[in-house]
T-cell receptor, first 110, second 117 residues
Framework: EDQVTQSPEALRLQEGESSSLNCSYTVSGLRGLFWYRQDPGKGPEFLFTLYSAGEEKEKERLKATLTKKESFLHITAPKPEDSATYLCAVLTYNFNKFYFGSGTKLNVKP | DTEVTQTPKHLVMGMTNKKSLKCEQHMGHRAMYWYKQKAKKPPELMFVYSYEKLSINESVPSRFSPECPNSSLLNLHLHALQPEDSALYLC????????????????FGPGTRLTVT
């Protein structure tokens, strides 16, 4: 059965304290893995798409990487405005829809 | 421009009311989606429209009725809802939903916060 698991569930960081969020997946036939940021009461904001193992994408303080079993979202020197819930989703060849993980709620304190 | 708009932003309705949620995109995307999101949970897929035809219905109760009048618009008609249907309803679009698309990322609107009393 296809499954997407994110960890940790919640993460509290001090401003400037770098860390990583994990998205592990067991799916048959990965078509793509997607990272989103969601602020409370708002729609998810698209961050990155990763298609194959070894691929990396960067945007400001965020860097996403992909292996055959998991993806990491690395946050370098985070700022309070990076506080949000980060969602990963996978798209498979079998089922033409996103499977979302349960998200990691990031809180960056000044 | 990667904007998906949704109206209204907030909606309060009684269990006997009929209301509609609206979604619009002008990115030329041919796939559009409705999701339901409860507090502290990820979005749950409800419906997928591909080239204006319903391609996925995730066993959603018939009190939710989707409609895709054209490639830019998506509606969700609501009737006889229950209090447990209160949630954030998200619309999304992507280039297309079939194999062979050049990109698959979905762009989400801001959502409609629905409260059923």
């Amino acid at each position: 059965e296809d499954q997407v698991t994110q960890s940790p569930e919640a993460l509290r960081l001090q401003e400037g304290e770098s860390s990583s969020l994990n998205c592990s997946y067991t799916v048959s036939g990965l078509r793509g893995l997607f990272w989103y940021r969601q602020d409370p009461g708002k729609g998810p904001e698209f961050l990155f798409t990763l298609y194959s193992a070894g691929e990396e994408k960067e945007k400001e303080r965020l860097k996403a990487t992909l292996t055959k079993k998991e993806s990491f979202l690395h946050i370098t020197a985070p700022k309070p405005e990076d506080s949000a819930t980060y969602l990963c989703a996978v798209l498979t060849y079998n089922f033409n829809k996103f499977y979302f993980g349960s998200g990691t709620k990031l809180n960056v304190k000044p | 421009d990667t904007e998906v708009t949704q109206t209204p932003k907030h909606l309060v309705m009684g269990m006997t009311n009929k209301k509609s949620l609206k979604c619009e995109q002008h990115m030329g995307h041919r796939a559009m989606y409705w999701y339901k999101q409860k507090a502290k949970k990820p979005p749950e897929l409800m419906f997928v429209y591909s080239y204006e035809k319903l391609s996925i219905n995730e066993s959603v109760p018939s009190r939710f009725s989707p409609e895709c009048p054209n490639s830019s618009l998506l509606n969700l008609h609501l009737h006889a809802l229950q209090p447990e249907d209160s949630a954030l309803y998200l619309c999304a679009s992507s280039q297309e939903s079939s194999l062979g698309a050049s990109s698959y990322e979905q762009y989400f609107g801001p959502g409609t916060r629905l409260t059923v009393t």
